[in-house]
Antibody, heavy 115, light 112 residues
Framework: QIQLVQSGPELKKPGESVKISCKAS????????MHWVKQAPGKGLKWMGW????????TYADDFKGRFVFSLEASASTANLQISNLKNEDTATYFC????????WGQGTLVTVSS | DVVLTQTPPTLSATIGQSVSISCRSS???????????LNWLLQRPGQSPQLLIY???NLESGVPNRFSGSGSETDFTLKISGVEAEDLGVYYC?????????FGSGTKLEIK
């Protein structure tokens, strides 16, 4: 069955970096884009962008340009999200979701940024 | 960016009651390819979002047929015909016709 399994929760200090992984199984990884979605505590969903899993080309929403990097380990069917220079407002659960219809989601990774 | 306005923000229903959620878009979601990329998702407490409906009215595999979607261009509706206890959570509409993809602010369904 199709699954997206994300890495575990992270506790970081402001200014540090974090890398979240999303391992896909049950389908051909390069056949579908991978999207990233942010959900701040108690808030709604915000689309961060997506990565073309065939070419590796990332596309970022405006609010996520600069400190956010989408990458792949295609041989491991894994998509990664790296956030650098963490800020308190980056505290959120981050989800990966498979394109085209967002029919499959990872379980979410909680990143807590606190001094 | 496309703004999706969901109403009502909260909904309280008894088991068996039928309810509807509205999602209005600031722009037409009809794509140049003829499709309309408006989806409905349910996020149960403590869980990841789950796809219910895609392209306005197509029921995702495994989703009960008490869920239905309708609408066109800028006005869309999710209907639940006979609410069950497991339907509680937050419902989101989302559009993928225009970049950036956007989500509605959510409708919280509570069971009386």
């Amino acid at each position: 069955q199709i699954q997206l399994v994300q890495s575990g929760p992270e506790l970081k200090k402001p200014g540090e970096s974090v890398k979240i992984s999303c391992k896909a199984s049950g389908y051909t990884f390069t056949d579908y884009a991978m999207h990233w979605v942010k959900q701040a505590p108690g808030k709604g969903l915000k689309w961060m962008g997506w990565i073309n899993t065939y070419t590796g080309k990332p596309t970022y929403a405006d609010d996520f340009k600069g400190r956010f990097v989408f990458s792949l380990e295609a041989s491991a069917s894994t998509a990664n999200l790296q956030i650098s220079n963490l800020k308190n407002e980056d505290t959120a659960t981050y989800f990966c979701a498979r394109g085209n219809w967002f029919a499959y989601w990872g379980q979410g990774t909680l990143v807590t940024v606190s001094s | 960016d496309v703004v999706l306005t969901q109403t009502p923000p909260t909904l309280s229903a008894t088991i068996g009651q039928s309810v509807s959620i509205s999602c209005r878009s600031s722009q037409s979601l009809l794509d140049s390819d003829g499709d309309t990329y408006l989806n409905w998702l349910l996020q149960r407490p403590g869980q990841s979002p789950q796809l219910l409906i895609y392209s306005v009215s197509n029921l995702e595999s495994g989703v009960p047929n008490r869920f239905s979607g309708s609408g066109s261009e800028t006005d869309f509706t999710l209907k639940i015909s006979g609410v069950e206890a497991e339907d509680l959570g937050v419902y989101y509409c989302m559009q993928a016709t225009h970049a950036p993809l956007t989500f509605g602010s959510g409708t919280k369904l509570e069971i009386k």
